[in-house]
């Protein structure tokens, strides 16, 4: 079974600060997905990263795909309090199903 | 364009009833999947279609049955639920496997007593 990991799991701060999320796993993926997820909705895909090293820029967001593909980050500058909700990655291994992180709750305070 | 719909929003159920959550999606994508999601946990795959008439078990299948008869609908069945599968259910849909984006519904949360 492939496992992925993410810290922090939970993680506070004030707007206008800068933070760095982590998906590890000792597996390896063909791609990975970030989503974040707002309460009481569904999660919705920001990202998908497929080729070891690759870095992928969303507006203030950074991701990272890990050179060996099996972990990645997620870089937010000058956050704002809409970016707070729960980031989970999710990784694909070569056609089969995506496996899900158990997520990071950001909350950004104003 | 409603994207991916779920009925109902919210249900409680006593220990050895049965229910049938819905999904219905609008974007005519092949691919539909039902996942639970636990604090701490994350996602996890129930159970998956592939196609229309096509379901597969997924990582925690057990105490779940689908059914798929219309392309746009995607049934999951409990057919005695239990403590255990107090959680919030998410569909979600996408037009290939893999790569693709996953569209998710905004969720039923159940609560079985």
């Known amino acids: 079974t492939q496992l992925l990991e993410q810290s922090p799991q939970f993680l506070s701060i004030q707007e206008g600060e800068n933070l760095t999320v982590y998906c590890n796993s000792s597996?390896?993926?063909?791609?990975l997905q970030w989503y974040r997820q707002e309460p009481g909705e569904g999660p919705v895909l920001l990202v998908t990263?497929?080729?070891?090293?690759e870095v992928k820029k969303l507006k203030r967001l950074t991701f990272q795909f890990g050179d060996a593909r099996k972990d990645s980050s997620l870089h937010i500058t000058a956050a704002q309090p809409g970016d707070t909700g729960l980031y989970l990655c999710a990784g694909e291994n070569y056609g089969q199903n995506f496996v899900f992180g158990p997520g990071t709750r950001l909350s950004v305070l104003p | 364009n409603a994207g991916v719909t779920q009925t109902p929003k919210f249900r409680v159920l006593k220990t050895g009833q049965s229910m049938t959550l819905l999904c219905a999606q609008d974007m005519n994508h092949e691919y539909m999947y039902w996942y639970r999601q636990d604090p701490g946990m994350g996602l996890r795959l129930i159970h998956y279609?592939?196609?229309?008439?096509?379901?597969a078990k997924g990582e925690v299948p057990d105490g779940y049955n689908v059914s798929r008869l219309k392309k746009q609908n995607f049934l999951l069945g409990l057919e005695s639920a239990a403590p255990s599968q107090t959680s919030v259910y998410f569909c979600?849909?996408?037009?290939?496997?893999?790569?693709?984006?996953?569209?998710f519904g905004p969720g039923t949360r159940l609560l079985v007593l």
């Open positions: 279609s592939v196609g229309e008439g096509t379901t």
């Open positions: 990263v497929v080729t070891g090293g």
């Open positions: 979600a849909s996408s037009y290939f496997h893999g790569q693709e984006t996953q569209y």
């Open positions: 597996s390896v993926f063909s791609s």
